[in-house]
């Protein structure tokens, strides 16, 4: 089974702090995806990354940055962090293609204080 | 632009008893449908999809989806649901080019007392 990996669960920041999320696929997927999920509002696309070194904006892209040195690898930034970024933050892997299934990592729980 | 509308943030039920989620779409061009599940302390994982062909789809698990392009909707359904079911459920859409992209409605929570 695709395994995708979030580098922790629960993270706690303070304002102005500079954020990493870390996310990894073990499946070799040229796809991958940062969503931010909140009550009532769902899943909202952040950036999404089709290859090495390739990204493309979402919805909501502002206020975060989006790093893919390895296929494997796909960090979310916050470059100054703030308290309208406190959320659960997902991030996915699919193959190339249309209409293939996203794998889910378990989320990362970020608080800013 | 595409969306999805997720009609109830939350349907309690009894166990056993049946359920619909309901949602709704809207685009201008032929679209592809998903439904995900998302259990407590858990990641997202694909429950069911309609890309073409029959519009009824069903999952491994008892649930099925009819596309019904007319009333712009694909609600899921389930003739009688377990404690098991007690989830989170997201529609969602994608116009099945470019980089798999999908856009998500709000949620439903699903609560199957006993």
């Known amino acids: 089974d695709v395994k995708v990996t979030q580098s922790s669960r629960y993270l706690v920041k303070r304002t102005g702090e500079k954020v990493f999320l870390e996310c990894v696929q073990d499946m070799d997927h040229e796809n991958m995806f940062w969503y931010r999920q909140d009550p009532g509002l769902g899943l909202r696309l952040i950036y999404f990354s089709y290859d090495v070194k390739m990204k493309e904006k979402g919805d909501i892209p502002e206020g975060y940055s989006v790093s893919r040195e390895k296929k494997e690898r796909f960090s979310l930034i916050l470059e100054s962090a703030s308290t309208n970024q406190t959320s659960m933050y997902l991030c996915a892997s699919s193959r190339s293609g249309p209409n293939e299934k996203l794998f889910f990592g378990s989320g990362t729980q970020l608080s800013v204080l | ?114």
């Open chain 2, 1 to 114: 632009a595409q969306s999805v509308t997720q009609l109830d943030s939350q349907v309690p039920v009894f166990e056993e008893a049946p359920v619909e989620l309901r949602c709704n779409y809207s685009s201008s061009v032929s679209v592809y449908l998903f439904w995900y599940v998302q259990y407590p302390n858990q990641g997202l994982q694909l429950l069911l999809k309609y890309l073409s062909g029959s519009t009824l789809v069903e999952s491994i698990n008892g649930f099925e989806a009819e596309f019904n392009k007319s009333q712009t909707s694909f609600h899921l359904r389930k003739p009688s649901v377990h404690i098991s079911d007690t989830a989170e459920y997201f529609c969602a859409v994608s116009e099945g080019k470019g980089y798999n992209k999908l856009i998500f409605g709000a949620g439903t929570r699903l609560a199957v007392h006993p």
